[in-house]
């Protein structure tokens, strides 16, 4: 593939440019054969292109782009984000908030839907490239939502509330934290089922689980 020739700032000679090495990880053939075709060939070399589970070379790349679906594609996206100079894209074959918030949490520089069309892909590789963490429309209003329930929540529920939340999700007994909020099992477990309906949630996982992920308690 040849390099692509760019003139410098004074315009006396070109400045060659090599084309950014990229590697594929996980998705079926044909949509790794569709993300071959919407990468400009003029600007990315496809170093490697491989199915989920298979085991990657150790050929250099500048960009990896992952299909966020099954354990060992999260496991990638993990130890590409970690590598240094790796820009990393991920792919999810839905836009839920936990799979938004985990592949920004692994440090992914981009996170599109896979349903969405080749020329948007392309560019959000694009601006990814460049420093900039892309998010779909779509993404974006979730996260949105996500820190204004976040922000409605944090308000509505009691500091002894959010206490019990935490020692929840520290495995602590109920006997335990009623004695540490100053309450009977009975009264706390009235007042779980207060925090249950704040939260919008049927169990004590369940709540701590949003909890964790609106940010109000530590996981």
């Keep these: 593939m040849p390099p692509i020739a ?3 700032e004074d315009r006396s000679r070109p400045v060659v440019e090599r084309p950014i090495q990229v590697a ?3 998705a079926t053939k044909p949509y790794r054969s569709a993300l071959l075709r919407c990468l400009d060939p003029y ?3 496809v170093v490697e292109a491989v199915g989920p589970g298979a085991a990657p070379s150790s050929a250099r790349r500048r960009v990896g782009i992952v299909y966020l679906d099954t354990d060992s594609d999260w496991a990638k996206a993990d130890e590409l984000c970690r590598g240094r100079r790796v820009t990393v894209v991920g792919i999810t074959p839905d836009l839920s ?3 938004v918030v985990k592949a920004l949490a692994l440090g992914c520089d981009g996170v599109v839907h896979a349903d969405t069309s080749e020329e948007i892909i392309a560019n959000v590789v694009d601006s990814a490239v460049h ?5 779909p429309s779509a993404a974006a209003t979730i996260l949105a939502r996500a820190y204004l329930n976040q922000v409605s929540v944090s308000h509505e529920l009691e500091p002894d509330e959010l206490l019990i939340l935490q020692r929840l999700a520290e495995g602590s007994h109920l006997a335990g934290i009623a004695g540490e909020v100053g309450w009977s099992e009975r009264t706390l477990r009235r007042r779980m089922q207060s925090i249950f309906l704040t939260l919008g949630v049927s169990n004590r996982s369940q709540a ?3 909890a964790g992920l609106l940010g109000l308690i530590e996981l």
């Design 24 to 26: 594929i990880y996980g």
């Design 208 to 210: 701590v689980a949003k």
């Design 97 to 99: 908030l936990e799979r």
């Design 43 to 45: 600007r990315y070399r």
């Design 131 to 135: 420093g900039e963490v892309v998010l």
């Design 6 to 8: 760019i003139l410098a």
